[in-house]
């Protein structure tokens, strides 16, 4: 795959991952392979599963919601985006947006150019989806629109939706103060470590989170080293090397994902070589 501009190419291969979503005007609802990220869901009938354009039906697991924020083709974040009455088919092999069921909801369908690329666009007040990513195929182009799930983070066996402010249970199984559930969910700020207590069931006790110690610690300034040695300069290749991390980020212009992002660098004294 190229580095996204006017000679850009894109292949079938991103359709399978994750938060790359087909425009489909052929499909009457959402549906989505992936159950990442997927809130509220409600267990599904047997008059929810899909029927596929090659004809074969595709049983739907679970009813729900799927968070995230749309971006254009090169991952620039445009806007939170929330999309309802999905339908998990872990049968299927790609994401599918329904552009019907949008007209049907109240968008409007047409169509645009973008940096002297063709794009699609669903568009509704101020709200717009835009599909700019677009793959070639033999006979025509696909449009699809990237949307970057939020995650869920799992808290023993509860789910906590990142978007959703959650409240005390009102007949808590268990009852902590603040600074022992601060301890018990690793550490966070005083209203991340309430959310995840009431995720799990538990109810936090009248006060405020005190100073924690660790917390303290792991913010401290450390001495600094001092960077003049008093040592011998290697003289030769191989004599001595450092030790120093570092971390591969990819350009905005560059849709790629870097699967080892931190990396450890040995520094050879006399060369410099790394």
């Not at 596929?52 to 679970?62: D, E, H």
């Not at 025509?140 to 995650?151: F, V």
Request: hydrophobic share 35%.
């Amino acid at each position: 795959m190229s580095a996204p501009g006017k000679s850009a190419s894109y292949t079938v291969d991103l359709l399978k991952r994750n938060d790359v979503w087909i425009g489909d005007t052929g499909a009457t609802c959402h549906s989505t392979p992936y159950d990442y990220g997927m809130t509220n869901c409600i267990a599904s009938k047997p008059e929810d599963s899909i029927t596929m354009g090659n004809g074969v039906a595709v049983t739907t697991s679970k009813l729900g919601e799927v968070n995230g924020c749309l971006c254009d083709k090169l991952g620039r974040k445009l806007r939170p985006i929330k999309l309802k009455e999905v339908s998990h088919t872990p049968g299927a092999a790609y994401n599918l947006l329904s552009i019907s069921k949008m007209i049907n909801d109240g968008s409007d369908l047409k169509s645009e150019r973008m940096n002297d690329d063709s794009c699609i666009m669903l568009s509704r007040g101020t709200d717009k989806m835009i599909f700019d990513l677009m793959i070639k195929t033999p006979k025509g182009a696909i449009y699809c629109m990237i949307l970057k799930r939020t995650p869920v983070i799992e808290v023993g066996a509860a789910t906590m939706n990142l978007l959703k402010k959650l409240t005390p249970p009102e007949n808590p199984k268990v009852v902590l103060t603040i600074d022992a559930a601060h301890a018990m969910f690793g550490h966070y700020d005083e209203p991340t470590t309430r959310q995840c207590a009431y995720a799990r069931g538990y109810g936090i006790s009248r006060g405020s989170l005190k100073p924690c110690g660790y917390c303290d610690m792991a913010k401290a300034r450390q001495r600094e080293v001092s960077k003049i040695s008093a040592g011998v300069p290697a003289t030769k290749p191989n004599e001595r090397v450092g030790l120093d991390i570092t971390s591969v980020k990819v350009p905005n212009n560059i849709m790629a994902t870097v699967t080892e992002p931190h990396w450890r660098i040995i520094v050879d004294e006399k060369t410099g070589m790394e």
